[in-house]
């Protein structure tokens, strides 16, 4: 037990959200802190990619198409390069990774771009890949990739209907999809597993499992999100072991990864999954963390009901810091004294939402920022959210200089403000870790579905 503890310690000042961990398809640990929880959705950022890769796979297993199919024959756009389906997958379209890096997530551009190396030479991070798989699942199943796989896989294991952020009329495919840890758990738990629900149910060709597991090209050129290395060294760095088919290989087994430590840790050979979330920008330390975690659980996990540990994020308000960024135009913003409190006011307009939230020193209140009626986002390259809200927790406190701290949580992400009121009145406010794409709380909209706890198929 103690040396589960110390592993969750190793968390400590990274921002940690909510973690699940299981063992043989039982859950032994949980552990939120506050104002997160395991009942609401949150952006997983690129684990989407590994739900992507899972129902491509699913459909070559029902024979509606194959890896090695060139991607023409399932869009109708022009691919003078000869990419398959599988180099989407293994992100081996031969561009290099200063032409994914800056492409749009537009098939045509990708296709039609002339790649630096020969094509399935070489691994370059692509989000663009993804999204064109995104538009070849909708092309081939006639429905968006949630909805193929809600049948298939999310309803069987009790996940149910998620939000996916569209964008041109198809879900994002590489990004925008919003899960709970526990659903990342039974994923994690069905790969652990071989395919097969602890009920004896068969969800996923053990042929697809295995192929999961041990398909990998090198990563010797990683580019990935958050965290990138021209020259990775396989001891120490999880993202030079090689990419698969939507997964990373890493020390333990493989995983599922999202930016700023969206995690999925599958390791068969010990029937170890931990499901993460989180907001760190040293993401290979979040994992080694994890790792001291994974290596707790295959010795000695606590048996009988699972461990649930409920820390606060406020304890570790010292160890945030704004990301090396430019801070928020804080212009109309307000953190006025309250009631024996503080009241946050964010003016709506100008294609970003607004609202009010009373803040206090001793506990998370909770909110929301709305647009304004008929005014549209500005914000990432996506489709608009009709009655779109941003789901948000503050606190505060006052500081002896006499400033005031606050921090204003967008719970559905894995972001956080940091916002401090000068001694003279004057309000700053930057991100802890800043939303990709778009450094704006307007990238964050999400429908009333996500901002509501989660439900299970109906």
Known sequence: MSDLRDAL??????????????????????????????EHPALVYSVSKSLTALAVLLLESEGRLRLDDPVDRHLDVPNPHGITLRHLLTMSTGHSREQTGGMPVDP???????????????????????GTLARVIAAVAGTQPSAYLRPRLLDPLGIGERWWRPLGGVEQGFSGLHLTVDDQARLGMLLAAGGVTPDGQRLLPASLVEALATTFVPTADTGVEDHASAEPDPAADDWARGYGYGVWRSRHGYRMDGAYGQFTL??????????????????????DALWRLVAALATGAPGG????????????????????????????WALADHAGGWRLTLPSGAGQPGGTLDLVPDRWTTGALTLRPGDVALGAPADPVPDGVVPVAGRAERLPDGSVRAHLVATASPHRLLLTRAADGTLSARWHTAPLWSPTPATLLVPPLV????????
């Open 451 to 458: 901002a509501a706890p989660a439900r299970g198929p109906s």
């Open 305 to 332: 009901s699972a461990r649930e540990v409920g820390p606060d994020s406020w304890a570790a308000r010292d160890a945030y810091v704004p990301q090396d960024l430019p801070g928020l135009h804080a212009g109309g």
């Open 266 to 287: 599958v390791v068969p050979e010990s029937g170890v999954v931990v499901a993460y979330q989180g907001a760190a920008m040293d993401t290979q330390r979040t994992l």
């Open 9 to 38: 310690d190793g968390l400590a000042g990274q921002d940690p959200h909510a973690l699940v961990a299981a063992r043989d398809g039982a859950v032994v640990l949980r552990a939120t802190w506050a104002p997160y929880d395991t």
């Open 108 to 130: 045509v551009v990708l296709l039609t771009t002339p790649p630096a190396h020969p094509v399935g030479s070489r691994f370059a991070y692509s989000s663009p890949a993804t």
